[in-house]
């Protein structure tokens, strides 16, 4: 067997940007003569490459006034609703949808129901060469693995169903960032099942009224997550240098 295994020069590296690269450098002693009987050896030196990794999508969320919409069109004027989901880079993302119409419904009073959203995490990696470590995410730490979603308040507020949120916790937020919200962040393991997370809902009630025929604001779901990279090198060790 291969012994003495050590990192020369560089070996841990604090963050790495999308698109980066750099080299470790691991010596070895390969085995000798007597290991091997002086008979040629060949092999796969198998390693693993363990990271963490963190990633963000961004969902262009409509607010909709749907008389003033109607309005227009019966004036022949045309309103068209455009949205786009940024999903970020990574074998794990956060996918969110609108449930129904894809849009909140500006102007519902109380507790009446103006979106639904639905989330869920999936594994999008190559499974034959990588994992997420032990198949979860953990609940939300200092400096740690989790889940965060963040919602802003000019959607209207934030409900879970039946007032249980599951394995998230939420509170409001107006801390650094460009509008405050509530953030919703996981408090217990989320685990994925053949690659995906059952789904996860947020409702949006009380919303506000507007006067245009729409407006964009935008949900961001954040992940952080510890991923395990496995591959193989074939090896020949050959004591009598012949081919």
């Known amino acids: 067997s291969f012994k003495n295994a050590r990192c020369e020069g ?40 363990t990271y963490r ?12 006034n749907m008389d003033e919409i109607l309005s227009r069109q019966r004036q022949g004027q ?6 786009n989901n940024i999903m970020g880079s990574g074998p794990i993302r956060v996918e969110g949808e609108i449930k129904g119409v894809p849009y909140v419904l500006a102007g519902q009073p109380g507790d009446k129901q103006a979106g639904i959203f639905i989330f869920t995490i999936r594994n999008i990696g190559d499974k034959g060469k990588g994992t997420l470590i032990n198949g979860k995410i953990e609940p939300c730490t200092e400096g740690g693995q989790c889940v965060g979603i963040f919602f802003p308040n000019a959607l209207g507020t934030l409900k879970c169903p039946n007032d249980n949120c599951g394995k998230f916790t939420c509170f409001p ?12 962040i996981n408090k217990d393991p989320i685990e994925l099942f053949k690659g995906e997370s059952s789904p996860f809902r947020f409702d949006i009630v009380n919303s506000p009224d507007i006067p245009e025929p729409f407006r964009t604001h ?16 074939h090896i020949v060790v050959n004591p009598l240098q012949n081919v």
């Open 78 to 83: 045309p309103v068209t609703l455009e949205q």
């Open 218 to 233: 935008n949900v961001r779901a954040d992940v952080a997550y510890d991923y395990e990279l496995r591959g193989s090198v």
């Open 10 to 49: 560089k070996c841990d590296f604090p963050s790495i940007l999308p698109g980066g690269q750099e080299q470790v450098q691991i010596i070895m002693t390969a085995p000798s003569e007597g290991d091997i009987a002086g008979v040629k050896l060949e092999t796969d030196l198998n390693f693993r490459v």
């Open 53 to 64: 990794y963190e990633t963000s999508t961004i969902m262009e969320t409509l607010i909709v």
């Open 173 to 184: 937020y107006s801390g650094p960032g460009p509008v405050p919200g509530t953030v919703c």
